[in-house]
T-cell receptor
Framework: GQNIDQPTEMTATEGAIVQINCTYQTSGFNGLFWYQQHAGEAPTFLSY??LDGLEEKGRFSSFLSRSKGYSYLLLKELQMKDSASYLC??????????WGAGTKLIIKP | DAMVIQNPRYQVTQFGKPVTLSCSQTLNHNVMYWYQQKSSQAPKLLFHYYDKDFNNEADTPDNFQSRRPNTSFCFLDIRSPGLGDAAMYLC??????????????FGDGTRLSIL
């Protein structure tokens, strides 16, 4: 079966750096997405990786290793508004998006 | 601003009473999706359309149906809602055939409660 694994919850301090990991086992790979979802709201797109390496976008960066079936989302200079769930999603060989359950990130002052 | 709009934001219905959720988009995207999401769970794909080509996920209950009368609008019909159907329902759109790197754009969702 297809599977996306992420930690259920993480806690970090305002101003710090946090890394959220995602491992995947899917039938084929056509790209990996990271979304942010605040409580009670819809997911919003953060980043896309299809080649190995690091994609940087302001305070957020996303890394992919296809050979290891592994990605991480790196958040720098954490702000209270970054408290949210972060969902990892992979497009499989049929171009269907397989979603992880998300990592709830709690930021403390 | 171009966007995905879902109405209503909150919907309460009675057990077994049919309910329809609506979604409209001004992005002119050809692909539209309906997801069900329960608390702390991954979004679960119910249906998607490539243009008018309807795709029903294998494990979507028969109780759920969908209509897309034109590019801009899509509806989710729940014929006889049960308590287990209480969830957030998310509509999303994307451009292209779905094979590209285009992300999905989500509406704010409709939170459905069943009495």
């Amino acid at each position: 079966g297809q599977n996306i694994d992420q930690p259920t919850e993480m806690t970090a301090t305002e101003g710090a750096i946090v890394q959220i990991n995602c491992t995947y086992q899917t039938s084929g790979f056509n790209g990996l997405f990271w979304y942010q979802q605040h409580a009670g709201e819809a997911p919003t797109f953060l980043s896309y990786n299809v080649l190995d390496g690091l994609e940087e976008k302001g305070r957020f960066s996303s890394f992919l290793s296809r050979s290891k079936g592994y990605s991480y989302l790196l958040l720098k200079e954490l702000q209270m508004k970054d408290s949210a769930s972060y969902l990892c999603a992979v497009k499989d060989s049929n171009y269907q998006l397989i979603w992880g359950a998300g990592t709830k990130l709690i930021i403390k002052p | 601003d171009a966007m995905v709009i879902q109405n209503p934001r909150y919907q309460v219905t009675q057990f077994g009473k049919p309910v329809t959720l609506s979604c409209s988009q001004t992005l002119n995207h050809n692909v539209m999706y309906w997801y069900q999401q329960k608390s702390s769970q991954a979004p679960k794909l119910l249906f998607h359309y490539y243009d008018k080509d309807f795709n029903n996920e294998a494990d979507t209950p028969d109780n759920f149906q969908s209509r897309r009368p034109n590019t801009s609008f899509c509806f989710l019909d729940i014929r006889s809602p049960g308590l287990g159907d209480a969830a957030m329902y998310l509509c999303a759109t994307s451009s292209g055939t779905g094979g590209e790197s285009q992300p999905q754009h989500f509406g704010d969702g409709t939170r459905l409660s069943i009495l």
